[in-house]
């Protein structure tokens, strides 16, 4: 199995590059993912997965070496990224935890990125999340990565979220800023 980056950097035989945009209805952002991933039309926000849906595992969703990226959302109002760190720490307890500075296409200067991670067990299938909560443009976001603990194409798959979730565009009124 072959993972297909933004870059088309790892593609199998076969596989087309290039990518697709999603656009939030909503108006506030859009971004670019690999053209060979599958987007989620039933989700709230912007799902995507390395599978067909037809693959999909009932209560756990994902295939073995599937995986998954979102944006569950933007926040807005007087929330902070550390207090929606933290909700979402109750549901996952996080394992580590770091800042780190990361370079948006959309940024003239790096951004500030907490990124953490945590585990979570069903039976005897364990997940491994990666999350980044960040403010583009003053917009708050959080960002995530999900797949199987100890999934070999682990590092493929972060090398995908860090150019999917770099690709963010902010939008003003439905259209690109700056169009």
Do not use: C
Request: glycine letters at 8%.
């Amino acid at each position: 199995m072959a993972i297909s980056l933004l870059a088309g950097v790892i593609i199998s035989p076969g596989q087309t590059t290039g990518t697709s945009i999603y656009s939030d209805p909503k108006g506030i952002y859009s971004v670019a993912y690999p053209r060979t991933w599958y987007l989620d039309a039933r989700a709230q926000g912007f799902r995507v997965y390395n599978f067909p849906p037809s693959k999909r595992v009932p209560q756990i969703v994902l295939p073995k070496y599937g995986a998954g990226i979102t944006f569950p959302g933007h926040r807005s109002g007087s929330s902070t990224i550390e207090a929606w760190i933290e909700e979402n720490n109750r549901r996952f307890p996080i394992e580590s935890r770091e800042k780190i500075k990361v370079s948006f296409s959309a940024e003239s200067k790096p951004v500030e990125v907490v990124e953490t991670v945590s585990h979570w067990k069903t039976g005897d299938v364990e997940f491994e999340y990666i999350d980044w909560y960040f403010n583009l443009n003053t917009v708050p976001f959080q960002a995530n990565l999900f797949y199987y603990r100890g999934d070999a194409y682990r590092s493929e798959l972060k090398e995908v979220f860090r150019q999917v979730v770099t690709s963010l565009q902010i939008m003003k009124s439905g259209k690109m800023e700056g169009s």
